[in-house]
């Protein structure tokens, strides 16, 4: 076992870490006013593209994207250190060059249409399976497909679906056998690739951060049966593989914030004096620095423990669990414990609100930590996993 990182993951790491602090760190001001004016916490799609074409430059195009479609195919590993440093920044970029994982699965013509234009940026995806009624906890799935000749009509509403505003297709997963989903929970669902001008309609919802959900209205929205991902009534695993690869997308962004959190607490503890001495030199700040250090590292080393596991056993929903649930939580308590060492910089001075408004998030969304108690401890009480046998 080797706990070192390779040389050319070091080179990789350092890289990022220039791109970010140089690219992105002096952006934050400009997303932040955005936000704070009433506007989108983001950045326009043309500096999007700008800094999407300076990484391209240093070789960073499709980082999770297969070699065959023009990406430079990292493993997750190397992904994860990639995201680590990406997460030192609340500005919301991702390179250039990638597509939603589960559109993999489409047919060759589906690639055609979807897959390649995405990966290309000439198209934005967005992936559906929530709705207002619909928990982690009980699938409750309303909306329905119906099929009429060659289509199929889709009717309902899902709810918090990422970029569903910008989107020019949404990956939507629907009840197509209602008999299999109401004796199952999980059979007789579909996946359908659905472009906006068939019909869906999109609002967006205001939460407390960025994330851009939005509301989909289909309304009778008709969808001609080659737009099927996969297999008809076998859409559930799509569903699932999304969001067990998400969760622990969250993890490794949970783990590379904290660490950013630290540093930025430690060096303002170095400037500021209080009781005619240095914050850094009171025993109740070194204990709540070193706890967290130690709090971090471990968090680190599991999260690249998940990477390796999922590098070599592929889809692994109990790790994805485990690591979320960690890592979720032990963002949540720097991010809350880095506030009390500002203390009363209790303001919009710092972008403090935004980490802290970030990082609540990371509980709920991709199946909140109740959910994910609920997966661990069935995965344990049936035998389905042992514990320790990840590492
Ligand atoms: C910013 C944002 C972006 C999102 N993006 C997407 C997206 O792109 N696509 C998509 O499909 N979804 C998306 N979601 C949806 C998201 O994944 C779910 O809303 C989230 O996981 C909340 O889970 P829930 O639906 O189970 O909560 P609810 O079912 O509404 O539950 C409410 C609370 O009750 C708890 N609870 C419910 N039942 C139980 C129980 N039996 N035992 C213990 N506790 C229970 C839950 O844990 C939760 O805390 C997004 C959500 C947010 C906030």
Redesign the pocket.
Not at 310 to 324: C, F, R
Not at 340 to 355: S, V
């Given at each position: 076992m080797e706990f070192r990182l390779t040389e050319e993951q070091k080179m990789v790491q350092e890289t990022i870490r220039q791109f970010v602090k140089e690219e992105l760190i002096p952006l934050e001001d400009e997303v932040l006013k955005n936000e704070r004016e009433g506007g989108r916490p983001s950045l326009p799609p043309e500096k999007v593209k700008e800094l999407q074409l300076k990484a391209k430059e240093m070789g960073f195009w499709g980082i999770d994207t297969p070699e065959a479609y023009g990406g430079v195919d990292f493993d997750l590993m190397m992904l994860a250190i990639v995201l680590m440093e990406l997460a030192k920044t609340f500005v919301p970029f991702t390179f250039g060059g990638s597509a939603d994982h589960i559109l993999y699965y489409a047919n060759e013509e589906q690639k055609k249409r979807y897959l390649i234009p995405t990966i290309n940026g000439e198209k934005k995806s967005?992936?559906?399976?929530?709705e207002l009624n619909d928990?982690?906890?009980?699938p409750n799935i309303q909306m329905l497909a119906v099929k009429d000749g060659n289509e199929w009509v889709l009717r309902g509403e899902?709810t918090?679906?990422?970029d569903g505003h910008e989107a020019d297709f949404v990956m939507v997963i629907a009840v197509t056998d209602k008999e299999a989903y109401e004796k199952t929970g999980r059979d007789g669902v579909t996946c359908f690739i659905v472009d906006r001008e068939m019909g869906w309609t999109s609002k967006i919802v205001p939460?407390m951060r960025e994330?851009n959900?939005t509301s989909l209205v289909f309304d009778h929205v008709r969808v001609p049966e080659e737009n099927i991902l996969g297999d008809v009534h076998e859409g559930y695993n799509l569903g699932l593989e999304s969001v067990s690869f998400a969760r622990w997308i969250a993890s490794v962004r949970a783990v590379g914030a904290a660490e950013h959190l630290l540093q930025m607490a430690i060096d303002y503890s170095k400037e500021r004096e209080t009781v005619s001495k240095s914050m850094v030199e009171h025993e109740a700040m070194q204990q709540m620095m070193a706890n967290y250090a130690g709090d971090i590292e471990a968090a680190k080393r599991s999260v690249l423990n998940a990477a390796f596991t999922l590098d070599k056993e592929g889809d692994n929903k109990h790790v994805a669990s485990l690591v979320k649930l960690f890592e979720a939580n032990m963002g949540n308590y720097v991010v809350d414990s880095v506030l009390q060492i500002y203390g009363d910089i209790y303001t919009k001075e710092l972008p403090m609100d935004r980490w802290y408004r970030e990082a609540r998030?990371w509980r709920?969304?991709?199946?909140?930590?109740?959910?994910q108690h609920?997966i661990i401890a069935r995965n344990l009480v049936e035998q389905q996993v042992k514990i320790g046998q990840y590492v």
């Amino acid at each position: 076992m080797e706990f070192r990182l390779t040389e050319e993951q070091k080179m990789v790491q350092e890289t990022i870490r220039q791109f970010v602090k140089e690219e992105l760190i002096p952006l934050e001001d400009e997303v932040l006013k955005n936000e704070r004016e009433g506007g989108r916490p983001s950045l326009p799609p043309e500096k999007v593209k700008e800094l999407q074409l300076k990484a391209k430059e240093m070789g960073f195009w499709g980082i999770d994207t297969p070699e065959a479609y023009g990406g430079v195919d990292f493993d997750l590993m190397m992904l994860a250190i990639v995201l680590m440093e990406l997460a030192k920044t609340f500005v919301p970029f991702t390179f250039g060059g990638s597509a939603d994982h589960i559109l993999y699965y489409a047919n060759e013509e589906q690639k055609k249409r979807y897959l390649i234009p995405t990966i290309n940026g000439e198209k934005k995806s967005c992936f559906a399976m929530t709705e207002l009624n619909d928990g982690s906890h009980k699938p409750n799935i309303q909306m329905l497909a119906v099929k009429d000749g060659n289509e199929w009509v889709l009717r309902g509403e899902k709810t918090w679906i990422t970029d569903g505003h910008e989107a020019d297709f949404v990956m939507v997963i629907a009840v197509t056998d209602k008999e299999a989903y109401e004796k199952t929970g999980r059979d007789g669902v579909t996946c359908f690739i659905v472009d906006r001008e068939m019909g869906w309609t999109s609002k967006i919802v205001p939460t407390m951060r960025e994330g851009n959900p939005t509301s989909l209205v289909f309304d009778h929205v008709r969808v001609p049966e080659e737009n099927i991902l996969g297999d008809v009534h076998e859409g559930y695993n799509l569903g699932l593989e999304s969001v067990s690869f998400a969760r622990w997308i969250a993890s490794v962004r949970a783990v590379g914030a904290a660490e950013h959190l630290l540093q930025m607490a430690i060096d303002y503890s170095k400037e500021r004096e209080t009781v005619s001495k240095s914050m850094v030199e009171h025993e109740a700040m070194q204990q709540m620095m070193a706890n967290y250090a130690g709090d971090i590292e471990a968090a680190k080393r599991s999260v690249l423990n998940a990477a390796f596991t999922l590098d070599k056993e592929g889809d692994n929903k109990h790790v994805a669990s485990l690591v979320k649930l960690f890592e979720a939580n032990m963002g949540n308590y720097v991010v809350d414990s880095v506030l009390q060492i500002y203390g009363d910089i209790y303001t919009k001075e710092l972008p403090m609100d935004r980490w802290y408004r970030e990082a609540r998030l990371w509980r709920i969304y991709e199946g909140t930590d109740e959910n994910q108690h609920t997966i661990i401890a069935r995965n344990l009480v049936e035998q389905q996993v042992k514990i320790g046998q990840y590492v």
